[in-house]
């Protein structure tokens, strides 16, 4: 079975920086597609980043795009790095895998982001 854990979330500044961790593990999860999810409060949750199974490529939410950074190392790890951070951004944060031209079935917990003044 498929495990996500995420990690890194906390307290930062507006115009700050921060990573989140999602260290993953399961059968074949380097051929799954990893993404980041946010659930900001009061609203739905939204689609944030994307990284492929297939050819590495990542893909963003239009409006996030040039701001957060998706990236994979070689220990199944997926991160997200986020700059100038708006207040805005506050939410919990979460990363879901799916299988080739499967759905997001698996889900970490979420970790919590912070951004104030």
């Known amino acids: 079975q498929v495990q996500l854990v995420e990690s890194g979330g906390g307290f930062v500044q507006v115009g700050g920086s921060l990573t989140l961790s999602c260290r993953t593990s399961?059968?074949?999860?380097?051929?799954?597609?990893i993404a980041w999810f946010r659930r900001l409060p009061g609203k739905e949750r939204e689609f944030v980043a994307q990284?492929?199974?297939?050819?590495?490529?990542p893909y963003y939410e239009d409006s996030l795009r040039g701001r957060f950074t998706i990236s994979r190392d070689n220990a199944n790890t997926v991160y997200l790095r986020m700059n100038s951070l708006k207040s805005e951004d506050t939410g919990v944060y979460y990363c879901?895998?799916?299988?080739?031209?499967?759905?997001?079935?698996?889900w970490g917990q979420g970790t919590q982001v912070t951004v104030s003044s």
């Open positions: 990284i492929s199974g297939s050819d590495g490529l």
């Open positions: 879901a895998a799916r299988a080739p031209h499967g759905a997001y079935d698996d």
């Open positions: 399961g059968p074949t999860i380097n051929s799954y597609d």
